[in-house]
């Protein structure tokens, strides 16, 4: 069954600029289940590799939930199944790596329940913005399930290691203020707010210097490695494409006449 006839699936739009990465699991508050990752992974590639696109927004369909987590009557399949686990913590891993090294910003979007594997989701993106209606946590001590150590690291490098242990070790749900309070949400607006004031940032940045925003991103996760793994060699690449590029070349000239630049990414 393709993703187009799929309940459970995710889904792009392209709005100008802007890439729309919705999962979709209508009865099932958009828990997420392989197939849907699966089709992530490829939008992300698609969102990537196409010029056109310069911010991406990740959104779960309707308002309810942003992702529920995971799609325990799809899991349930292969969950007790060591090949079955080792395809899908893979999965998980490639959509992850696309959404972190993807360059260009990657905005989530979160409406309701961001929960489990939604949380795994979110913290890959670079912001994330939520209704204040929005409940953020990671159930897996409720569970009996050991988080994977790679989504840890996200969540201890956004919230510390203390706080990180809290939502872990109680798998308490935290409401939006808490969460905005400790570092998991950038913002947090009223629900009917949130698809406006996202996709108004998202656009503002889209209007910006891709180059600059390019070497901005791969530069602060750069930062997240030890000295000895960073790739110096791609930094000053990107510091010297940037110096030399068309689109400074614009900012100097828009100043001087003074109007809005219009950048090209080159």
């Known amino acids: 069954m393709d993703a187009e006839t799929r ?17 979709q699991n209508p009865t099932k508050l958009n828990a997420i289940s392989g197939p849907m990752v699966e089709d992530a992974i490829a939008i992300a590639r698609d969102f990537a590799a ?14 309810k939930a942003f992702i529920s987590g995971g799609d325990i009557s799809k899991f ?14 893979r999965a998980l ?88 309070r400790v570092g998991l949400l950038n913002r947090v607006v009223p629900a009917d707010e949130l698809e406006d004031v996202t996709r108004a940032y998202a656009q503002t940045i889209a209007d910006n210097a891709p180059l600059s925003i390019r070497a901005s991103k791969f530069f602060i996760n750069q930062l997240g490695l030890e000295e000895d793994q960073r790739d110096t060699a ?16 614009e900012s100097t000239r828009a100043f001087m006449e003074k109007r809005k630049p219009v950048f090209k990414g080159r």
């Open 7 to 23: 309940d459970d699936r995710a889904y792009a739009i392209k709005e100008g600029s802007i890439g729309w990465l919705v999962f």
């Open 93 to 180: 891993d490639i959509l992850r790596a696309e959404l972190i090294e993807m360059d260009k910003p990657v905005i989530a979007m979160i409406h309701g329940y961001c929960l489990g594997g939604g949380m795994g989701v979110a913290l890959c993106a670079d912001m994330r913005f939520g209704a204040e209606t929005s409940q953020l946590g990671i159930p897996a001590a409720l569970r009996g399930v050991a988080y994977p150590i790679s989504g840890l690291k996200l969540l201890v490098d956004l919230v510390g290691p203390s706080i990180a242990k809290d939502i872990m070790i109680s798998g308490r749900r935290l409401k939006a203020e808490e969460a905005l």
């Open 50 to 63: 196409d010029p056109e696109i310069r911010t991406v927004i990740l959104r779960g369909a309707g308002e």
């Open 234 to 249: 791609r930094i000053e690449d990107m510091v010297i494409a940037a110096r030399d590029s068309e689109d400074f070349k």
């Open 76 to 89: 349930e399949k292969t969950r007790f199944s060591p090949q079955g686990q080792k395809e899908g913590r």
